[in-house]
C-alpha cells in the first residue's frame, strides 16, 4: 500500500486526516487482504479505497512450504504480470525472518546464483519491496504462526543498484511495520557508492557484503561487480564504512568446492579483513552453496568447518550458516523470475 495515495484519495473526497491515519494503522497492522474488511472504516470509505486502490501492489500467486514448515517461499505477480519471490524463514520462539526482493531479475549476473540468470527486468517499487513484508506479516497474523523478528534484504536483486526505492521501503519497514533498524539487514555484492551513501543514510542498519573470494582473478568472474569496483577499493569503503557507523559488518562467503575452500582462500580472506579493519568490526557467515543448475558443487562440511577453523584461530569471528529454503527454491541465490 501507498499511504500517500491513500491521503491523496480521502483527503479529495473530504475525509479527515485521521481516517487516512486510522486506514494507515488497519492495513499495516496485517491481516487484511482488500480494504472491505477493515470493519472499524465507515462502508463508503471502504468501497472508494477499494475502487481505486490495493492493499497489496502485487496479487500473491501461491507460497511454497518446505515439510517441516521452517521456510516458505511465495510467487508475487507484479502489476506488469512479471513474478517475482520473497521468502519467509524460521528464526525461533515463533519469530520469523523476511527476505526481500529489490528487483525483478538482477543485472550484475554472479556466476553461481539464480536470481540473475535473465538479467534484469525492473527494479522494484518502494511499495512493491515493502508490501513483500506486509504479505508476511498478513501470512503469519492468519496462520498464527508468529512474528516478524527480523527483515533481510537478501533475496532477488542488488539493493544499491535500487537505492531510492530500497531506502523509502527501509522507512516504512522501521516506522509503518514497526521492525527495529538493528533487525534490518542489507546485503550488497559490493556496490561502492551505495555503501558510502548507505553510510551516511541508515547508520543503524546492518550491512553485509557478499564477498565469496578474497583474490581480485577469481572474485571478478564469480560477482563481476569487482571489475569496476575490486577488493581494494571495497576494502576501504568498508573501513570508512565502520569508522563513521562504527558498527559491524558481515562478510558473506558461500563456499564452492575446489574454488574458494582451499586454506590458502581463508588466509587470503584473513589478510583481506586485517588489511580492512580491527578483526572485531567483522564477522563472516560461511553459507553452504546451494545448487543452482551450475557446475558448481558445496563444499563438504568437513572444508567447511576448516575454513572456519583457520579463521577464528587468526581472531575473526566466523559462523557457518546453516541456509533454509533450499527443498523449496527459497535458499540464497535461488529466487528466480518464476514462470
Ligand atoms: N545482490 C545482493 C543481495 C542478494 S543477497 C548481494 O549479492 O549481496 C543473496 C545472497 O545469496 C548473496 O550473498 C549471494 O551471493 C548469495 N547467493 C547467491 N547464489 C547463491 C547460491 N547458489 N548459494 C548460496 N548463496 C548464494
Known amino acids: 500500500m501507498n499511504p500517500d495515495k491513500v491521503k491523496e484519495l480521502l483527503f479529495s473526497a473530504g475525509y479527515p ?11 499495516y497492522s496485517g491481516g487484511f487482504s482488500s480494504f472491505s474488511q477493515i470493519k472499524v472504516l465507515p462502508s463508503e470509505i471502504r468501497e472508494l479505497l477499494d475502487s481505486k486502490l490495493a492493499v497489496l501492489s502485487f496479487e500473491p500467486v501461491k507460497v511454497f512450504s518446505s515439510q517441516k514448515g521452517d521456510s516458505h517461499k511465495a510467487a508475487l505477480k507484479l502489476k506488469d504480470k512479471r ?16 527476505c526481500l526482493s529489490t528487483q525483478a531479475g538482477c543485472p550484475v549476473r554472479c556466476s553461481f546464483c539464480y536470481s540473475g540468470k535473465e538479467g534484469l527486468k525492473r527494479n522494484l517499487s518502494w511499495e512493491e519491496i515493502a ?17 516478524i523478528q527480523s527483515v533481510v ?31 534490518i539487514s542489507i546485503s550488497t555484492c559490493g556496490h561502492i557508492p551505495g555503501i558510502r551513501r548507505f553510510a551516511k543514510d541508515f547508520p543503524q542498519i546492518n550491512l553485509a557484503i557478499s564477498l565469496h ?24 569503503a568498508v573501513r570508512d564504512y565502520i569508522d563513521s557507523a562504527k558498527r559491524k559488518v558481515f562478510i558473506e562467503y558461500i563456499m564452492i568446492a575446489g574454488l574458494n575452500d582451499k586454506s590458502s582462500d581463508a588466509g587470503k ?54 541456509s533454509l529454503g533450499s527443498e523449496i527454491k527459497g535458499a540464497c541465490g535461488q529466487l528466480a523470475l518464476e514462470k
Not at 170 to 175: C, F, Q, S, T
Not at 215 to 221: F, M, Q, T, Y
Request: aromatic share 10%; glycine share 4%; proline share 3%.
Open 17 to 27: 486526516k485521521w481516517r487516512c491515519e486510522q486506514t494507515e494503522k488497519a492495513v
Open 83 to 98: 513474478i517475482i519471490e520473497t521468502a519467509l524463514l524460521y528464526r525461533d520462539l515463533r519469530r520469523w525472518s523476511v
Open 131 to 147: 508490501d513483500q513484508a506486509l504479505f508476511w506479516k498478513s501470512y503469519l497474523k492468519d496462520n498464527n504462526l508468529g512474528e
Open 153 to 183: 534484504y537478501m533475496g532477488m536483486g542488488e539493493p544499491f543498484l535500487n537505492y531510492e526505492n530500497t531506502a523509502a521501503s527501509i522507512k516504512v519497514i522501521n516506522d509503518k511495520l514497526g521492525i527495529g533498524k538493528r533487525h
Open 213 to 236: 573470494s578474497a583474490r581480485n582473478e577469481e572474485r571478478d568472474k564469480l560477482v563481476p561487480m569487482n571489475v569496476r569496483y575490486p577488493l581494494e577499493q571495497l576494502s576501504k
Open 269 to 322: 580472506l584473513a589478510e583481506w579483513i586485517k588489511n580492512t579493519h580491527e578483526n572485531k568490526y567483522f564477522t563472516v557467515n560461511l553459507i553452504a552453496y546451494n545448487e543452482t543448475g551450475k557446475s558448481y558443487k558445496a563444499s563438504p562440511v568437513e572444508k567447511m568447518q576448516n575454513f572456519q577453523k583457520l579463521l577464528l584461530i587468526r581472531g575473526i569471528e566466523a559462523t557457518i550458516r546453516k
